[in-house]
């Protein structure tokens, strides 16, 4: 099929298809976060009925339940990531049922959430949120997927960033409003309601607008779709009639050394991610000396910053981009280096502070978390840079590996800080994150990269197309290798 010239010559809207489906994962991604958050201050009131509506029931846990409660989540996050690869089943299903199916059930699971505490304390609750990770898991995978199909190249950082800036929302969002929801007549449970409400509601407007793939999309433009193909360099002859098959590398993805790096780094972000948001709430209030309401205001703070930041970058990303002025890979690498070094700094810093320097604690955990968003144009944009084909694949691995993190952090932090007050263990905390983020980011330095590796596409991929006579034929295509490059045959193939 030969691109009518006009097309070709042709701008991207400034505002189209692949905008809204942007917003809609934005605002999914959101309520993910918040259904995810949600915990971290409701367990602060529920813990202690004094610090919220006393109407409602108080449970005696130790600092090691609290951890398991907390960590639950996440032990059941990483099984439909590498176990069962989201990725793939993104692919083969469409990632449009797939994200509604998480979103939803995890929807479900949160409205039941107080009734689990009530009927079965913390054992059925860390079940409860086992099942609720579990549905989870599948939802950065998925959006990857998704993203691969609708990210123009010259926008593929901007727009996956605006995507996960939903992290930075939903947060805030949750985080801001938890104490005055604690302290209202509805108590800790509006904290589990409001979310898995709005989720449900969320699920029925992405079923409707959401889209899979350009292909998928009933309410895109030619133009747009045909330009979006042109742009990822894909033959639009092959869309709804061809069948093209790809297995995994996996052998080669699991020892690709930059994909390695990648996951060190990541694995080291999230150390210091998750460390802090879990556990921000209980610093404040046992150390800094500030109650309910407070709290929820100074743990949003950070996120509120790192939201501001992230979006105001995002221009600058895809100048970057477009303008060709930086090497990807060395793009990457400095903004990877000043969202993971900047935070190693001030942890260690954060550490050494007493407790009658509430002020500047409080500005520290702020700069830590908003600089930390700058990794958006670091490693979490180098998947897509090495594997378009399989980025969803490999943001599945990463975060499986990432996510074993957010599952022993929480449980190293219970098993230190054993009194909450005690300043000289949470010292320890916070070098122990300074030093995992400043090693995680060294290795990226050193090995870290932006090329397409060679295992993005297979040596041979077997093609069955549908003419549109209705006859059906298969082609053997050979990929070939360009300037040490992968490139595809399906350039240059014309199909009729």
């Not at 898991?137 to 993203?147: E, K, L, N």
């Not at 895109?220 to 979006?228: G, V």
């Not at 180098?382 to 993190?405: E, K, R, V, Y």
């Amino acid at each position: 099929m030969v691109l009518n010239q006009s097309i070709k010559e042709a701008k991207l809207p400034i505002f189209g298809r692949r905008h809204v489906q942007c917003l809609l994962l934005f605002f999914g991604v959101s309520l993910i976060y918040a259904m995810r958050v949600n915990l971290s201050i409701a367990i602060v009131a529920m813990m202690d009925k004094n610090a919220s509506n006393p109407d409602f029931p108080e449970y005696k846990w130790s600092e090691q339940t609290k951890s398991r409660v907390i960590s639950s989540f996440f032990c059941g996050y990483i099984f439909t990531q590498v176990p069962v690869p989201a990725g793939s089943w993104a692919r083969r299903y469409g990632g449009r049922l797939l994200l509604f199916i998480s979103v939803s059930f995890s929807s479900v699971l949160a409205l039941l959430t107080p009734l689990s505490v009530s009927v079965g304390d913390w054992p059925l609750l860390c079940a409860l949120r086992f099942c609720q990770g579990l549905v989870q898991g599948v939802t950065y995978p998925t959006i990857a997927t998704i993203m691969a199909e609708w990210a123009p190249i010259e926008e593929r950082s901007a727009m996956l960033t605006y995507c996960c800036a939903g992290l930075e929302l939903g947060i805030v969002m949750m985080l801001a409003s938890s104490g005055m929801l604690c302290s209202s007549d509805w108590g800790w449970p509006s904290t589990f309601y409001i979310p898995g409400a709005l989720g449900l509601i969320w699920s029925a407007i992405w079923f409707i607008f959401g889209a899979s793939t350009p292909n998928n999309c009933k309410y895109i433009t030619l133009a747009e779709r045909t330009l979006i193909a042109t742009s990822l360099k894909r033959n639009m002859a092959q869309s709804e009639s061809s069948k093209v098959t790809h297995p995994i590398p996996w052998l080669k993805i699991c020892t690709s050394k930059p994909f390695l790096v990648l996951i060190l780094s990541q694995c080291a972000y999230s150390w210091c991610f998750w460390t802090l948001l879990t556990q921000i709430p209980s610093y404040i209030k046992s150390i800094l000396g500030k109650d309910i309401q407070s709290n929820a205001f100074y743990s949003a703070l950070p996120y509120l910053t790192m939201l501001g930041l992230s979006l105001a970058l995002c221009p600058l990303a895809s100048y970057l981009e477009k303008s060709k002025r930086l090497n990807a890979t060395v793009s990457r690498k400095i903004f990877n280096t000043i969202g993971q070094w900047t935070p190693a700094v001030t942890l260690v810093y954060l550490g050494f502070l007493r407790t009658d320097q509430a002020d500047l604690a409080i500005v520290l955990l702020t700069l830590t978390v908003t600089v930390s968003t700058v990794t958006h144009f670091g490693f979490q944009a180098n998947h897509l840079d090495l594997s378009p084909h399989f980025a969803g694949t490999l943001m599945g691995i990463a975060n499986s590996a990432s996510n074993m993190m957010s599952i022993i952090a929480p449980l190293v932090v219970g098993y230190i800080v054993t009194d909450t007050t005690n300043l000289h263990q949470w010292r320890i905390i916070f070098s122990l994150a300074g030093g995992i983020s400043f090693f995680g980011n060294l290795m990226f330095l050193f090995f870290g990269t932006a090329k397409v590796q060679l295992w993005n596409e297979m040596p041979q991929m077997v093609v069955e197309v549908k003419r549109q006579d209705g006859q059906h034929f298969t082609e053997v295509k050979n990929m070939e290798k360009e300037d040490g490059n992968v490139g595809d045959s399906r350039e240059t193939l014309n199909l009729v």
